[in-house]
């Protein structure tokens, strides 16, 4: 019996299974590695790969991590300790991840001295890569962002670093800079950085990444007796290295914005919860970046007070964090809650 094995055929076997048997078979040949390390291959598995992770973080610094469908498979949690950060005893937080991919950094604070660089984990395989030091670091204190994100043909993965410092005058003036996985290097990127900038996005919120979109949360203050405060989203395409704004639903064109607002990706589309802790409004945009798509989901409204919106599984259910601290997924057509077992 012949031990050939036609490629077509190799390639549909291979297709099927995990990432952490395809590390290990790249090893096997050439022509194997040749296979799983090409674009299209990574492109179709990539594509089949829809399960949704749950990380939740401890106050050591390690994480649990749930794996499964809807709900999560909160039964079979795997213990995980942060590369890097833990042993340097830093705050860390987490970007966002893509592809498999968690980008995390510490710059929940920035101020003037040096900061450790940010840090790609690849969850599966266990391993991570520590960028090297960016070339923006002003001398006197200042607030950097990140995002992470990949282009729309999933062939470049980016992360992009938004650098705000004060002038004499006290105005927010911003850099930014580019690292490329691919090229291995930090860049400026000298055009397409207008007044959106001027704003920084909110710290307390994580940035949402959609179709090769990296989104953050914009939230401007009042300046002196003027009461009128803009909230609005501020998108960076990681192809095409431009910033644009996303205009929020109606609601908040002139509000006074007490209500805490969050951005999510609900059903592979933007969305948007406008939170008073009593109860959540869901919105969703359509039609990317047409104001007048935005629509009013559901209200979410129990008898426990809701403390945060942790995020929204792929059939659009949403995970809440109530006032004991439990997580619930929250179905709006029964409008009924399911207790996960996870606390803190």
Excluded at 86 to 105: A, K, P, Q, T, W
Excluded at 216 to 238: C, H, M, T
Aim: proline letters at 4%; charged letters at 20%; a positive charge.
């Amino acid at each position: 019996m012949s031990d050939y094995v036609p490629t077509d055929l190799l390639i549909e076997i291979l297709q099927k299974l995990p990432v952490k048997s395809l590390i290990r078979f790249a090893a096997v040949s050439k022509s194997w590695r040749s296979i799983i390390t090409s674009a299209a291959f990574i492109a179709f598995h990539l594509s089949k790969g829809k399960n949704q992770t749950l990380i939740h973080t401890l106050s050591t610094n390690s994480l649990v991590k749930f794996t499964g469908g809807v709900p999560f498979a909160v039964n079979s949690p795997s213990k995980l300790k942060f590369p890097y950060y833990e042993s340097h005893g830093i705050y860390l937080r987490i970007v966002d991840s893509c592809d498999g991919l968690v980008c995390l950094s510490n710059n929940f604070f920035k101020i003037s001295f040096a900061q450790p660089p940010g840090v790609i984990w690849n969850l599966s395989v266990r391993n991570h890569v520590v960028l090297p030091d960016p070339t923006i670091n002003p001398n006197d204190a200042y607030i950097s962002v990140l995002g992470f994100g990949v282009d729309a043909g999933r062939s470049h993965h980016k992360v992009v670093r938004l650098v705000y410092c004060r002038d004499a005058a006290g105005i927010f003036m911003t850099q930014v800079e580019i690292f490329s996985l691919k090229t291995w290097s930090w860049r400026r990127l000298i055009g397409g950085v207008d007044l959106t900038l001027h704003a920084y996005p909110s710290l307390y919120f994580r940035q949402v990444f959609l179709n090769g979109v990296v989104h953050w949360l914009i939230e401007q203050k009042p300046i002196g007796d003027n009461s009128f405060r803009r909230s609005y989203i501020l998108a960076f395409d990681v192809g095409d290295e431009v910033f644009r704004e996303v205009m929020l639903p109606e609601w908040e064109a002139g509000g006074s914005g007490f209500a805490k607002l969050s951005i999510f990706v609900i059903k592979e589309s933007l969305g948007v919860v406008k939170s008073t802790g009593e109860s959540c409004d869901v919105w969703v945009m359509k039609e990317y970046c047409v104001k007048e798509s935005w629509t009013k989901l559901y209200t979410v409204r129990l008898f426990e007070k809701i403390k945060n919106v942790v995020g929204f599984l792929n059939s659009g259910e949403a995970l809440l964090v109530l006032e004991n601290s439990r997580l619930v997924v929250y179905n709006s057509e029964t409008k009924q809650t399911k207790d996960l077992g996870v606390y803190g």
